[in-house]
């Protein structure tokens, strides 16, 4: 009897996690919305930091050229409001933050075309045909034999 109640508290602990709920959502969205063409999702070091190639990335992407996209940030939730703060200090209005294992970050994770990392997505990932995802957007290298 001992065995089952322990089987069955660890299953209602699962449930309790809202990372564990967000990413039974994720599994939903994959399935049944449609990619968004216009939809870009920026995340670097998993939401830990809003430095670096990504930040100057996002930068780039708050040009007029760009207006029909729309710009995702993600950042964990402890950081989101102060890295949110921070583009709008730096007129960078554009970018939405978005906060990492939420239902809005899986959502877009399933949804997003283009998809811009610098290390690995959630492991609950899976990429469709349609996804673009590049590690930043180096230039084309050529191969040469």
Same mark, same amino acid.
């Given at each position: /009897? ?9 299953? $209602?602990?699962?449930?309790?996690? =809202? ?18 063409? &216009?939809? @870009? ?12 190639? @990504?930040?100057?990335?996002?930068? %780039?992407?708050?040009? =007029?050229?760009? &207006?029909? #996209?729309?710009?995702? #940030? +993600? /950042?964990?939730?402890?950081?989101? !409001?102060?890295? !949110?703060? /921070? #583009?709008?200090?730096?007129? /960078? %209005? ?9 239902? %809005?970050? $899986? ?17 609950? $990932?899976?990429?469709?045909?349609? #996804?673009? @995802?590049? =590690?930043?957007? $180096? =230039?084309?290298?050529? +191969?040469?034999?």
């Amino acid at each position: /009897m001992n065995r089952y109640l322990q089987f069955a508290k660890k299953g $209602f602990q699962k449930l309790c996690n =809202p990372y564990f709920r967000a990413k039974t959502h994720y599994i939903k969205y994959y399935e049944k919305l449609p990619l968004k063409e &216009d939809v @870009i999702l920026l995340e670097s070091q998993h939401g830990e930091n809003a430095s670096g190639n @990504i930040f100057y990335l996002a930068k %780039e992407l708050c040009r =007029p050229e760009y &207006d029909r #996209f729309t710009v995702y #940030f +993600v /950042m964990r939730n402890k950081k989101a !409001e102060a890295t !949110e703060k /921070m #583009f709008r200090q730096k007129g /960078m %209005e554009k970018i939405q933050v978005v906060s990492l294992a939420s239902k %809005e970050y $899986f959502r877009l994770l399933a949804t997003a075309k283009y998809l811009v990392n610098d290390t690995t997505f959630s492991p609950s $990932f899976i990429k469709k045909i349609s #996804f673009i @995802i590049t =590690p930043y957007l $180096f =230039p084309r290298l050529t +191969v040469r034999y």
